[in-house]
C-alpha cells in the first residue's frame, strides 16, 4: 500500500466514524461524550486554522485564540442585545477576525521567528485587557448566551447533534479548502517564503501580500471557530483569548504533526482525550502532562501523530517531506 | 507636580526595571547564543525564590539565603540543559514552545510538591524591614537594596561579557555560532554554562523579589512574558539591548500605573478614566514592543549576525 | 430570563429521567467545583478538606443515604470550570453542584447546572447577576454577595470617623464590586483609586501604588487582595512603613490561609488591622467552636472563611435530606427545606433572603494572637445585623 492511499484510508475512516459518532452517542445515552467531541471538533477548526499559517507559512502565532475570542463576542454581544440571528453572527465573526487579522497583520508579517512569535502575542494581549475593562460586557466575569445563534428553521443549533454536524462540516469544508489552496499557487508561493524568502521575492512573487492573505483567511476561519465556541459554551469571556489558549493550540498542532492536512483533528483529539484522562486520574496531572509533552518531542521523533503514521508505511526513511 | 512621588516612582521603576534585566538578560543570551526558545526560563525564577525562602527560614541569613538560592538555579539549570534542552538546539522552534511548557508544568508540580500549595514567605531581618528617610523623601530600604544588587549583578555581567575569555565567545556565539564552532570551541560546554548562568540570574531575581512578594508556586509565569518583551525590544542576543530595554519598561509600566489616570482625565471623564487607565497601563509595554518592531523589526539593538533568520 | 422551549423540554426531561432512579437512589452525589491547582490551589485545598470534615461530621451519611462528593478542578478558568460542570450534571449525574471560588466560573457554569434542573450552592462567589436580575429558584448560596463585605467596611470607617480614603483592588469584575460597595457605604471623600492588573501575568509589586496612596494623604487605606497577592500586598504595606500614617481595611484579604505566612514571616504590622466579615473562628456557636476544633486539630490551622462556607455547604444540603427523609426526588420539597436554612450553621442562625443568599450579620474582624501565640482573627464588634444584599430587589422569584 503506497504512503498516500494508506493515510487516505486512515482519515476516511475517521471521517465516517465522525459522521457516525451522534447516532452512537445517543444509542449509549452518555450525552456528556457528544460535547466533548463537539468541543474537540470545535479547537480543531481552531488548530486547522493555525496549520494554514505554521504549517504552511512557518508563521507561528502565539495570539491566535484572539480569534476565537473575537467570534465568540461576535455571537456574544449581539446576544446580549436579544439579536439572536446567526447570519448576523456569523457575518461578524468573519468580518471583525478577518479586520484584525488584516491591521495586525500588516504590522506583525514585517517581522520573523521570535519576534513574530511575541509581537502576535502582544496584540492578542491588548485585545485581552480591552475586553477585560469593559464592564459593560461583563469584563472578566463575561457574559451568558442564552440563546445560541437562530437560522431560521433551517438549522437548530440548540440540538446538541445538529450543532455537531454543523462544527463537522465546517470542518470538513475547512480541510477541503485548504487542501486546494495549498496546491495551488498561492499554497506554493507560501510554502516557497518560509524556506527562501529572498527567492521568492527574486522570482517576482511580492510575498508580503500572499503571507497577509494567508494570514487573513486563517484569522477568518479561526473567527468561525470562536462563533462555534461561544454557541457550544452558552458563554463568553476574555479568558477565551488567553495567551495560554494560543499556545494549547500550538501544542495540538504539534501533536498531530505541523503541516499534515488532518493534524489539527488528530491533535486536538489526542491533547483533549489526554487531558481529561489525566486529570480525572491524578490532581498532579499537570506533572504527568509535562513529562508527556517533553518526552513526545525529544522521543517521538518529527511530525507528531502524523509523522508516525507516515513511518508505519516507509519505516527507514522516516516522514515523507512534502 | 509632586516631585518626591515622582522620584519615588522612577526608583520603583528603576526596580522593577532591573528586575526585568536579569529575567531577561539570561534569556536573550539563551536565545542569542543558541537559537533556543526558553518559556521555562521563569521555573529558575521561582525555584531561587522558593530555595531562598527555604534556606532563609533554615538559617535565619538573607545573604546564605541568596548564595544557595543562586548555586542551586545555576545546578539546575545546567541539569536541565544536561537532560533536556542540549539534545533540542537542532530542533525547531514549535518544537521548544513544547518542551519548555512542559517544564513549567513539571516545575510547577513538583515545587507543589515540595513547598506546598501555598509557597513560602521570606522574614525580613529589621534593619532591611525599614525605610530610609530623607526630609519628606521615604522609601523602603529593601527596596534600595534590590537597586544595588540590580546593578551589581548588571555591572558583573558586563564585565563577564566583555572583557573574560568567555565573555568573548558569547559575544562570539551570539552574532555568528557557526564561525565558534569552526574554531575548535568547546561547544556543547559553553552553552550549558550559559544556560546555567542565564538560569542563575533569574534565580537570583527570584530571591531578590521573594521578601516582597513571598514566593509562590507559578510566580514565574506572572513574569515571563514581559521578560520576553524586554527581549524582543532590546533585540535578540543583546545583553546590551535587555538592560535599557527592561529599564524602559520598568520606567514606563511604573509610570503608567501612576499617571496614567491623571494623564487620561484631562481629557475624559472620571468615571471613563478610571476604567481606561488600568486596561492601558497594562497594555503599555504591548504597545511599546509593536511600536519598536513597526520601527526596527530586528529591536533596538539586534545582535543579529549572519545566523539570524 | 427568557428560556427556549427546547432548553424546558430539556429541563423537565431530565427531571423526568431522573426520578426513577432518584427514588430508589441509595446515596447522594455531590460535585465540588473548586480551584485545586494554579497558585490559587491553596484555598480550593482549604475548601476540600472543610468538605470532607463535614462529611466526617456527619458519620458519611445524610438521612440515610451514603454521602459522595466528587471534586473536580476548575484550573481558575471559566471555560474548564463550566466543562468539568458539564461532566458532574451529564456523566456523572450528581444531585447537587457545590463549591466555586470565582465569579466567572459560577456565572459561566451556573447555566449548565440550572438548566438541568439541578440546585447549585456557591461556597464562596457571589455575583451579583445570580444575587439580582439572573436569581434563579434552584441556586443557593452559603457565602455572600459580593458586595456586603465592603458595604459593611464601609460602615466601619464612617464610625471610625476616617474622612478620606485610598482604595487599592485588583482590576476584574469582584474587585471593582468590592470598590463601588465601600463607595456605597462610606460618606467621607475618595481621594485615590487603582485598578491593579490581575489575571496570569497579574501585578505583585505594589510600589507605585503604595507612594501614590501615601502621597494622597489619606486617613484609610481599604484594600482587597485574595490568595497570595495579600500576602505580598501586606508585606509590602508594612515594609513602606505605612502602618502608622495610613491605617488598613480590608475584606477578604487576611484570612487563616495567608495569616500563618505572615507570623512565619514575623510582620506583626497586620496585628491589628481590621477586616468585616460574616463569621470568624471564635465565634461562640457549638458548631463553631467543633468545626474550628476538629479542622485545627487535622490540618495544624485555622479554617479560612472559604473553610467555613464549605463546611456550611455541606450541613445545608443535609438539612434538605434530613426534611425530606432523604427523598431526592421532589425538588420542590428539597427546595422548601433549603430555603429554611434549618441547621447549625457554623455563623449561627441565619434565614434566607428570596434570591436565596443569606440575611446574615457582619462582623469587624481584628488580627489578634490567640492563646497559643497563633495569630488569628478574632471578633471586635457587630457592624450589621441580618444584612440583606443591595440586589435582593432585583430577583423576582
Redesign the interface.
Same mark, same amino acid.
Given at each position: 500500500m503506497t504512503p498516500v492511499s494508506r493515510s487516505a484510508g486512515v482519515y476516511a475512516l475517521i471521517v465516517v466514524l465522525l459522521l457516525a459518532a451522534p447516532p452512537v452517542i445517543s444509542f449509549t445515552g452518555?450525552?456528556?461524550?457528544l #460535547?466533548l467531541l463537539t468541543?474537540a471538533l470545535i479547537l480543531a477548526i481552531a488548530v486547522a486554522s493555525l496549520n494554514l499559517i505554521v504549517g504552511c507559512g512557518g508563521m507561528i502565532s502565539l495570539g491566535h485564540a484572539a480569534y476565537i475570542g473575537i467570534g465568540a463576542y461576535s455571537v456574544g454581544i449581539p446576544a446580549y442585545y436579544e439579536v439572536y440571528n446567526g447570519f448576523i453572527h456569523l457575518g461578524l465573526a468573519l468580518a471583525c477576525s478577518a479586520a484584525f487579522a488584516l491591521l495586525t497583520g500588516a504590522v506583525c508579517l514585517r517581522t520573523r521567528g521570535l519576534y513574530f512569535i511575541l509581537i502576535t502575542l502582544a496584540f492578542s494581549q491588548m485585545l485581552y485587557f480591552t475586553l477585560?475593562?469593559i464592564?459593560e460586557y461583563?469584563?472578566?466575569?463575561?457574559l451568558?448566551i442564552?440563546?445560541r445563534s437562530e437560522f431560521g428553521g433551517a438549522l #437548530?443549533l440548540?440540538?446538541p447533534a445538529a450543532l455537531y454536524y454543523a462544527v463537522l462540516a465546517a470542518l470538513l469544508l475547512f480541510l477541503f479548502a485548504m487542501h486546494r489552496l495549498i496546491h495551488a499557487r498561492f499554497g506554493r508561493v507560501i510554502f516557497g517564503s518560509k524556506h527562501n524568502d529572498s527567492r521568492m521575492q527574486a522570482l517576482g512573487f511580492d510575498t508580503y501580500k500572499y503571507r497577509l492573505a494567508c494570514y487573513v483567511i486563517s484569522g477568518a476561519m479561526c473567527g468561525v471557530a470562536g462563533f462555534f465556541l461561544g454557541n457550544f459554551? %452558552?458563554?463568553i469571556?476574555p479568558?477565551?483569548m488567553?495567551?495560554?489558549r494560543s499556545a494549547e493550540l500550538i501544542f495540538m498542532l504539534v501533536i498531530g504533526g505541523a503541516g499534515a492536512l488532518f493534524a489539527p483533528v488528530t491533535g486536538t483529539a489526542a491533547f483533549l482525550l489526554l487531558e481529561e484522562f489525566l486529570?480525572g486520574w491524578t *490532581?498532579h496531572w499537570?506533572l504527568m502532562f509535562g513529562l508527556l509533552l517533553i518526552a513526545l518531542v525529544m522521543f517521538a521523533g518529527r511530525g507528531g501523530l502524523h509523522g508516525a503514521l507516515m513511518r508505519l508505511d516507509h519505516r527507514p526513511g522516516g516522514p515523507g517531506k512534502r | 507636580m #509632586?516631585w518626591?512621588?515622582l522620584i =519615588?516612582?522612577l526608583l520603583?521603576?528603576l526596580? /522593577?526595571g532591573l528586575l526585568l534585566f536579569l529575567l531577561a538578560a539570561g534569556l536573550s543570551l539563551i536565545f542569542g547564543i543558541m537559537d533556543f526558545i526558553n518559556l521555562s526560563h521563569g521555573s529558575f525564577y521561582m525555584v531561587g525564590a522558593l530555595v531562598g525562602a527555604s534556606v532563609a527560614?533554615l538559617t535565619g541569613s538573607l545573604l546564605i539565603a541568596a548564595l544557595a538560592a543562586v548555586v542551586a538555579v545555576f545546578v539546575v539549570g545546567a541539569a536541565v540543559e544536561w537532560l533536556v534542552v542540549c539534545r533540542l538546539y537542532n530542533k525547531d522552534h514549535l518544537d521548544h514552545v513544547l518542551v519548555t511548557y512542559g517544564l513549567i508544568l513539571v516545575f510547577d508540580s513538583v515545587a $507543589?510538591m515540595i513547598w506546598?500549595?501555598?509557597? !513560602? +514567605?521570606?522574614? /525580613?531581618p529589621e534593619a532591611l524591614?525599614?525605610?530610609i528617610e530623607i526630609g519628606d523623601f521615604?522609601i523602603? +530600604?529593601?527596596?534600595l537594596l534590590i537597586i544595588a544588587c540590580g546593578l551589581l549583578a548588571a555591572a558583573g555581567l558586563y564585565f563577564l561579557v566583555t572583557r573574560s575569555r568567555l565573555g568573548m565567545l558569547i559575544r562570539a556565539g551570539a552574532s555568528n555560532r557557526v564561525m565558534v564552532t569552526a574554531l575548535g570551541v568547546n561547544i556543547d560546554r559553553l552553552y550549558r554554562i550559559v544556560f546555567a548562568i542565564g538560569a542563575a540570574l533569574a534565580g537570583f531575581a527570584g530571591i531578590l &523579589?521573594a521578601?516582597?512578594?513571598?514566593a %509562590?508556586?507559578?510566580?514565574g509565569?506572572?513574569?515571563i512574558?514581559?521578560a520576553f518583551v524586554v527581549v524582543i525590544v532590546g533585540g535578540i542576543g543583546s545583553v546590551k539591548g535587555a538592560f535599557y530595554a527592561a529599564l524602559l519598561i520598568g520606567f514606563i509600566d511604573?509610570?503608567g500605573? =501612576?499617571y496614567l489616570?491623571d494623564v487620561l482625565k484631562l481629557f475624559l471623564s472620571n468615571q471613563s478614566a478610571?476604567t481606561a487607565?488600568?486596561?492601558l497601563? !497594562?497594555m503599555l509595554v504591548y504597545i511599546l514592543m509593536a511600536g519598536v518592531l513597526v520601527c526596527k523589526p530586528q529591536g533596538l539593538f539586534s545582535a543579529a549576525g549572519f545566523n539570524r533568520r | 430570563?427568557? *428560556?427556549?422551549k @427546547?432548553?424546558i423540554a430539556a429541563g423537565i426531561l431530565a427531571a423526568l429521567a431522573s426520578l426513577p432512579a432518584a427514588a430508589f437512589a441509595e446515596r447522594v452525589k455531590i460535585g465540588f467545583v473548586t480551584t485545586?491547582?494554579?497558585?490559587a490551589?491553596?484555598i480550593g485545598?482549604d475548601m476540600m478538606n472543610a468538605v470532607n470534615l463535614a462529611v466526617e461530621h456527619l458519620g458519611g451519611r445524610m438521612a440515610g443515604l451514603d454521602v459522595e462528593v466528587l471534586f473536580e478542578?476548575d484550573n481558575f478558568?471559566?471555560?474548564v470550570g463550566?466543562?468539568k460542570t458539564?461532566?458532574l450534571v451529564?456523566?456523572d449525574d450528581v444531585d447537587f453542584v457545590a463549591g466555586y471560588i470565582w465569579?466567572?466560573v459560577l *456565572? +459561566?457554569s =451556573?447555566?449548565?447546572v440550572l438548566d438541568a434542573g439541578k440546585f447549585l450552592i456557591s461556597s464562596n462567589a457571589g @455575583?451579583s447577576?445570580l444575587a439580582g436580575k439572573?436569581c434563579h429558584r434552584n441556586f443557593f448560596s452559603t457565602s455572600w454577595q459580593n458586595d456586603q463585605a465592603p458595604e459593611a467596611m464601609g460602615e466601619v470607617l464612617n464610625q471610625q470617623g476616617v474622612k478620606t480614603l485610598y482604595i487599592m483592588v485588583p482590576?476584574?469584575?469582584a474587585g471593582?464590586n468590592m470598590a463601588s460597595g465601600v463607595e456605597r457605604t462610606f460618606q467621607g471623600e475618595v481621594v485615590g483609586?487603582? *485598578?491593579?492588573?490581575?489575571?496570569?501575568?497579574?501585578? /505583585?509589586?505594589f510600589?507605585?501604588?503604595l !507612594?501614590?496612596a $501615601?502621597?494622597s494623604g489619606a486617613e484609610g487605606l481599604f484594600i482587597f487582595y485574595p490568595g497570595?497577592a495579600g500576602?505580598?500586598f501586606i508585606?509590602?504595606y508594612?515594609?513602606?512603613?505605612l502602618r502608622d500614617i495610613l491605617p488598613l481595611y480590608s475584606v477578604f484579604t487576611v484570612d487563616s &490561609?495567608s495569616l500563618p $505566612?505572615?507570623q512565619? !514571616?514575623?510582620?506583626e504590622g497586620v496585628l491589628g488591622s481590621k477586616s468585616t466579615m460574616f463569621w470568624a473562628p471564635d465565634l461562640d456557636y457549638p458548631a463553631n467552636r467543633r468545626f474550628v476544633r476538629d479542622f485545627k486539630a487535622r490540618h495544624g490551622t485555622y479554617p479560612s472563611f472559604y473553610a467555613a462556607q464549605s463546611y456550611d455547604t455541606i450541613n445545608l444540603i443535609d438539612s434538605a435530606l434530613r426534611a425530606t427523609g432523604g427523598d431526592l426526588s421532589d425538588p420542590d420539597a428539597l427546595r422548601a427545606a433549603m430555603r429554611k436554612a434549618d441547621y447549625e450553621s457554623v455563623r449561627g442562625p441565619y434565614r434566607y433572603g428570596r434570591n436565596h443568599l443569606p440575611i446574615q450579620n457582619f462582623y469587624l474582624r481584628e488580627v489578634v494572637a490567640d492563646a497559643d501565640g497563633d495569630w488569628t482573627t478574632s471578633v471586635a464588634a457587630t457592624v450589621y445585623e441580618d444584612h440583606q444584599d443591595s440586589y435582593a430587589g432585583e430577583c423576582n422569584l
Open positions: 452518555q450525552a456528556f461524550y #460535547d468541543r477585560v475593562s464592564d461583563g469584563a472578566d466575569d463575561g451568558l442564552h440563546r #437548530d440548540e440540538h459554551t %452558552h458563554f469571556s479568558e477565551m488567553d495567551w495560554t486529570s *490532581l499537570h | #509632586d518626591h512621588l =519615588s516612582q520603583n521603576g526596580q /522593577l527560614a $507543589r506546598g500549595p501555598a509557597g !513560602a +514567605a521570606i522574614a /525580613l524591614n525599614g525605610r521615604v523602603p +530600604a529593601y527596596r &523579589i521578601p516582597l512578594t513571598e %509562590h508556586i507559578g510566580m509565569n506572572e513574569i512574558i514581559i511604573t509610570l500605573r =501612576s489616570d478610571e487607565a488600568p486596561a497601563s !497594562a | 430570563m427568557k *428560556l427556549s @427546547p432548553i485545586l491547582t494554579t497558585p490551589g491553596v485545598e478542578d478558568k471559566p471555560e463550566k466543562q458539564d461532566k451529564k456523566r465569579s466567572n *456565572l +459561566a =451556573s447555566k449548565t @455575583p447577576q439572573s482590576n476584574y469584575a471593582k483609586k487603582d *485598578l491593579t492588573k490581575w489575571g496570569k501575568d497579574r501585578q /505583585l509589586d510600589s507605585a501604588e !507612594a501614590k $501615601r502621597a497570595s500576602g505580598a508585606k509590602q508594612q515594609q513602606a512603613g &490561609i $505566612r505572615f512565619e !514571616a514575623r510582620m
